[in-house]
């Protein structure tokens, strides 16, 4: 009864929400049926309903496999890079367009930094392939000139999660200080009136005032980023590195590998070997985001997500 009245009330809200509801419903929900590919052998010509159950062999072959840890600790460590690192740059860029009086020139400088979010994926595997290709790539050329060494970047793994951190950062770090800068301007200016005159410099306000309210959004951001850290970002990672072997002890991640899974045609069992490793990413992030959120339930929990 109590949901009857909730309905009724707030109708036209719920009418509005209602086309969200079915795309989410249609889109998120409806494609988890085909996690049941993790438990079948399956054969395209039977379907998914008759191809042949055979329980957890699936996941067994790729717990079993060399790659299963390697992919894994690759996912979680260019994630935590990815969030880390993301997550204080966005916020420095929103502090700092925060700062700017000048209203013609916020707006232009919150352009700029917005604006690589807005270039296509593939321009940008292209600008890094142009940036750090063989001996004619702009770096290189610069390295000489300067009387460097030129590095062969696609024959040295150990630089590239770096790489792709800057590059991630730089795609993304403008885009996500949005969220930040909005909730900067719905502080009230009298909590820094009241520390200008007790003294406070403009960092201190920042430490004191700024950060300590900006904190339930860092969390909620965080959360949500974390409930992801087993989802690696596959147009950024496999548009630069593509089947590049000898890079992949450093950069493959769970997402390139189901894909090369699913296309390894001497595989004839290659469609339920990537749905078993997509469900383990499924369980996965689950699992992180439950776990995370407990615990800012125990550390703050008007931060919590539920």
């Known amino acids: ?44 010509v039977k379907g998914l309903w008759g191809s042949r159950w055979v329980g957890l062999d699936n996941l067994v072959f790729f717990f079993t496999g ?20 993301g997550t204080v740059c966005s916020l420095l860029i929103a502090l700092l367009l925060n700062e700017i009086r000048q209203v013609f020139f916020k707006k232009l400088t919150q352009s700029l930094v917005i604006l690589p979010h807005f270039i296509s994926i593939i321009v940008v595997n292209l600008m890094v392939m142009n ?16 009387g460097f060494q030129a590095v062969d970047w696609f024959q040295t793994p150990s630089v590239w999660p770096m790489l792709l951190m800057i590059i991630f950062v730089w795609k993304g770090a403008g885009w996500g200080s949005i969220i930040y800068l909005a909730t900067l301007t719905g502080f009230s200016e009298e909590y820094y009136e009241s520390a200008r005159i007790d003294g406070a410099k403009r960092w201190q306000q920042i430490w004191h005032i700024t950060l300590p309210l900006l904190r339930p959004t860092i969390i909620v951001l965080i959360l949500l980023d974390l ?26 991640v769970i997402d390139t ?12 069992n290659s469609y339920s070997n990537a749905a078993a490793v997509a469900l383990f990413q ?4 689950l699992m992180t985001i439950l776990f995370f959120n407990w615990i800012v339930r125990r550390v703050d929990n008007d931060s919590k997500l539920f």
């Open 1 to 44: 009864m109590s949901i009857m009245r909730e309905l009724r009330k707030n109708k036209w809200l719920y009418a509005m929400a209602l086309p969200v509801i079915v795309y989410v419903f249609i889109f998120s929900y409806l494609p988890m049926t085909a996690h049941i590919l993790a438990f079948k052998q399956f054969i395209p």
């Open 66 to 85: 060399p790659d299963w840890l390697r992919v894994t600790l690759n996912t979680v460590y260019l994630n935590l890079l990815f969030i880390v690192m």
């Open 131 to 146: 940036f750090f290709n063989g001996q004619d790539g702009m770096i290189n050329r610069l390295l000489r000139e300067f």
């Open 227 to 252: 409930g992801r850290i087993f989802y690696g970002d596959f147009g950024l990672i496999y548009g630069i590195i593509g089947d590049n072997s000898l890079l992949f002890n450093a950069t493959d």
């Open 257 to 268: 590998y189901t894909y090369r899974s699913l296309r390894d045609v001497s595989n004839m």
């Open 282 to 285: 499924s369980i996965m992030g």
